[in-house]
């Protein structure tokens, strides 16, 4: 088996869900793997488009439902072409890969998901799957966004905003831009929505700490404070779970582009990661 | 192990039953440095050389090499290898070729590297060292597993050591050219890996070395050499275990495009480059020192990231040197 080749995979629909962020819906023409793929929550596939190049780009879907969903943003020349794509068009696709987050271990325990940016794409794997399983004491949805036009999938994080206490679920959302419609959303829900950022969030909510574990994906300046914040209730380094961008080439530990690390400890981000503890980025230089 | 010896008369005639694997690559001297070249007669090469420009690696893991081509719209594989044989290869670089095994034959494998490395006869040749040389610190100056057969100089031919079943092959099918070892083969084989152990006048400290670094993390050293080093990425080039590459596709007319691999160096600032801009080694001390923490990696079962080959000093145009770095870093701590 040749771990660099992609298979055919056709886009059944692109949503646009903001203005830099669009929504791919993909299926692989061969049926057998449309059965046969699975992933888990974390975990990242390459995307293939044929004479252009790969980029790495995590699952945003959840491995309850199908068919596979990726959130891609446009940031650079790849990213740009795959959005000037139109439903139909087939582009390749090989993974998953990466560890992915350990849900299993988690079951039985409140999780916080803590999004910022397009940091909500992975979490929202995990989010589904949470939520679709019912395995998980609580889950908590924190979410630091620029502005309204910014939230991704906001069609369901509203709906979750609403409607969530009735699956054990709590959203809140932090808007750093005002507009009327962040207004109108903090008049609503004035208990779950401030502007300000991720971390003010935590204000008022008291965690069983004990049994909670903190999932964390957002832009590299991001996890400093939130960390800080679940050091600060006293969660273990251990139970903190967060997710981590390199510039992934092979995704199967060869190409070197994603080792991080010191001579002590060093890590490829593609198999050892993406999903690692505060506890590993204690102990390994460069990490976050 | 078996042992076999080669009389001097005879390695010509050894050489040329070696055309029967397929096409022979050995050290040539051009200018004042040596490559592995493709060789037609025993006598182009340069068997006391003390490094080559660019390892062994090439051969295994391409400057640049085709991955996939694409055909109808669709991608297809590329590459079919055939045996080839690499003659003279040291000690130190057969050490860095497992570095590399460990690497790309571990799970997922890759299919590239495997099959030229099952395409390769490997024909080791003992060597004395340098003043750059420091694989005897790093346990790499002796290779106990890694070739087919390697070659130890004796003062009338030399002593074989046969380290794989190709290389019994190799030596039944040319029986007429072997005789058995004698005692006093042995004893000019002993005298002459002391001769050579002694030879070394450079060391590097490894004891601790992995985390004496991770300690000097911020030590003022790092940034002193990183603004000596011009960040050129020669030694990424020339380190036998420097295995870094970047993928892009590139069109060869209208109608047919390929994938390629080749070389990248995390000297470069794209290496920590990702999607929107953020770069995780922004600068060239950040780049400097992750490449020493990268070559100064401990695994357990396994060793180090580097060999000692001295060829990251040969080749640095800012005259930066390995184990001087090192020592410095330790200092710093002292």
């Known amino acids: 088996m040749n771990p660099y080749e992609s298979h055919p995979a056709r886009i059944l629909e692109v949503k646009d869900l903001t203005p830099r962020e669009k929504l791919f819906t993909l299926r692989f023409l061969d049926e057998k793997l449309n059965e046969e793929f699975t992933f888990r929550p974390g975990q990242f596939v390459i995307v293939d488009v044929p004479g252009f190049g790969e980029f790495p780009i995590s699952l945003c879907s959840s491995p309850t439902r199908s068919p596979i969903q990726l959130c891609i943003r446009k940031a650079g020349r790849m990213t740009k072409f795959i959005h000037g794509m139109k439903e139909g068009s087939v582009v390749g696709i090989r993974g998953p890969y990466g560890n992915g987050f350990p849900m299993e271990d988690m079951e039985g325990s409140n999780l916080i998901l803590v999004a910022g940016g397009l940091g909500m794409a992975p979490l929202r794997s995990v989010l589904w799957y949470a939520l679709d399983t019912g395995r998980y004491e609580h889950v908590w949805l924190f979410y630091g966004t620029k502005a309204y036009e910014d939230i991704l999938f906001r069609d369901e994080v509203l709906h979750l905003l609403k409607h969530g206490s009735a699956m054990n679920c709590t959203v809140k959302l932090a808007y750093e831009i005002e507009s009327p419609s962040c207004i109108y959303l903090e008049q609503g829900f004035s208990d779950r929505v401030c502007r300000g950022v991720v971390t003010d969030l935590f204000r008022g909510e008291n965690f069983d700490i004990e049994n909670s574990y903190a999932l964390i994906c957002g832009p590299p300046i991001m996890y400093r404070f939130v960390i800080r914040e679940l050091l600060n209730r006293k969660l273990s380094p251990g139970r903190i779970y967060m997710t981590l961008e390199r510039r992934m080439r092979c995704g199967v530990g060869k190409c070197g582009h994603c080792v991080v690390g010191t001579s002590v400890s060093m890590k490829y981000i593609c198999q050892d990661g993406p999903v690692f503890t505060y506890w590993d980025a204690l102990s390994t230089r460069g990490l976050i | ?334």
């Open chain 2, 1 to 334: 192990m078996r042992y076999v010896k080669l009389p001097s008369g005879n390695f010509e005639d050894f050489f040329n039953s070696l055309r029967g694997i397929g096409q022979i690559y050995g050290p040539v001297k051009e200018g004042k440095t040596h490559h592995f070249r493709r060789v037609e007669e025993a006598g182009e090469m340069d068997l006391k050389y003390t490094r080559t420009m660019l390892p062994p690696k090439k051969f295994f893991v391409r400057p640049r090499e085709r991955l996939f081509s694409l055909e109808d719209g669709w991608w297809r594989k590329e590459g079919d290898e055939n045996p080839f044989v690499l003659f003279g290869v040291h000690s130190c670089d057969v050490h860095a070729l497992k570095i590399l095994d460990r690497v790309y034959l571990s799970e997922p494998v890759d299919p590239y590297y495997a099959e030229r490395r099952k395409s390769a006869f490997i024909v080791g040749i003992s060597c004395l060292p340098d003043e750059l040389c420091f694989c005897k610190s790093l346990g790499t100056h002796f290779a106990m597993d890694g070739f087919d057969l390697f070659l130890h100089e004796l003062p009338d031919g030399w002593l074989v050591r046969i380290g794989s079943v190709r290389g019994h092959e190799v030596v039944w099918e040319n029986a007429r050219l072997f005789d058995e070892v004698s005692d006093e083969d042995i004893a000019n084989f002993k005298a002459f890996e002391e001769r050579r152990a002694e030879a070394f006048k450079r060391e590097l400290r490894s004891e601790g070395l992995a985390d004496t670094l991770d300690l000097a993390y911020n030590s003022p050293v790092w940034k002193e050499y990183a603004e000596k080093c011009l960040a050129c990425g020669n030694c990424n080039l020339v380190c036998p275990t420097c295995r870094c590459y970047e993928v892009c596709d590139r069109w060869v007319d209208a109608y047919r495009a390929v994938r390629e691999r080749r070389y990248d160096s995390c000297f470069m600032e794209s290496h920590g480059l990702v999607a929107g801009g953020h770069n995780f080694r922004p600068t060239r001390l950040d780049r400097f020192r992750h490449r020493y923490y990268c070559k100064s990696y401990f695994d357990p079962s396994a060793g180090f990231n580097c060999v000692g080959c001295g060829r990251c000093d040969e080749f640095c145009p800012a005259g930066i040197e390995h184990v001087k770095v090192l020592d410095e870093i330790r200092g710093s701590l002292e």
